[in-house]
């Protein structure tokens, strides 16, 4: 049963989430993100949202991440459009434990990810201003409650070295110019904050380190990040 009120910014709110803790770690591809997750998922209490990825790849057999890599102008529309309802999804879902980690947000599929298609030149205009009213409409109706932003900050060209040794098939194309450009509108929201609006205080931790560094990165700031705080 899903019980719908208004928040005091008269946002819809479903079940009165906002009181349970929601933390979104943000990062370059291959940046570690899932790493993280699974590190975190080991707790209990806390519930852990991996990326929706295995649906971008399979929409009733259709495969709109491989296609926006291969033509970015025609697809990038409709691997957003897709991005934007599942994330949208994952934010509105019934949150089962008092602390919920997902990866990423529907924040930065549009200020980094919608905003990086069409400052590139490979999205139409007409397109950036659909999907831009619809991320609007969405984010003045409905509450989504963000308490923390973790930001795996990375080198792109570390980023790089991850993602080819993790070969998945529609990135083997993917430039270090493009993972810079999304490093560049990443550090501008998030550390910098000079471009869009910042839905939570941000804790940054970097991210450039080997799994077991990394993994005594997360160790040292588990009790900041599961109190919610940077
Ligand atoms: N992607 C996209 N547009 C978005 C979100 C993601 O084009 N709004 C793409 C980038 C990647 C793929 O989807 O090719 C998955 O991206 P992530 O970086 O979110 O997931 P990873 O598995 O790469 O994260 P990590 O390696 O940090 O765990």
């Known amino acids: 049963l899903t019980m719908l009120s208004y928040s005091s910014q008269g946002k819809l709110v479903r079940n009165g989430e906002e009181k349970k803790l929601v933390i979104c770690i ?30 971008w ?27 934007q309802l ?13 602390v919920r980690m997902m990866e990423r947000s529907i924040y930065s599929a549009k200020y980094i990810f919608v905003e990086n298609l069409y400052r590139s ?11 831009s009213e619809w991320f609007e409409w969405i984010t003045q109706n409905i509450a989504i409650p963000v ?13 790089h070295e991850r993602l080819r040794e993790r070969c998945r098939e529609e990135e083997n194309i993917i430039p ?4 810079e450009a999304i490093h560049h509108l990443y550090e501008d929201w998030l550390i910098k904050k000079t471009s ?4 939570a205080p941000v804790l940054v931790i970097s991210a450039d380190d080997d799994l077991q560094k990394m993994l005594h990165q997360y160790e040292e700031n588990r009790e900041k990040i599961l109190a919610g705080s940077n």
């Open 26 to 55: 943000e990062g370059n591809i291959a940046s570690g993100k899932t790493t993280c997750l699974e590190y975190f998922s080991k707790t209990s209490n806390i519930e852990v949202l991996t990326e929706p990825v295995s649906k």
């Open 196 to 199: 869009f609006n910042v839905p």
């Open 176 to 179: 270090l110019e493009y993972l």
């Open 86 to 98: 599942t994330m949208l999804d994952r934010h509105l879902s019934t949150i089962s434990a008092p």
């Open 121 to 131: 030149g490979k999205m139409p205009e007409v397109d950036f201003a659909v999907l």
């Open 147 to 159: 308490d923390l932003i973790v930001y795996l900050q990375s080198s792109p060209q570390t980023c």
């Open 57 to 83: 790849r399979n929409v009733r057999g259709h495969n709109p991440l491989g296609l926006m890599y291969q033509d970015p102008t025609r697809w990038g529309i409709t691997l957003q459009t897709y991005v």
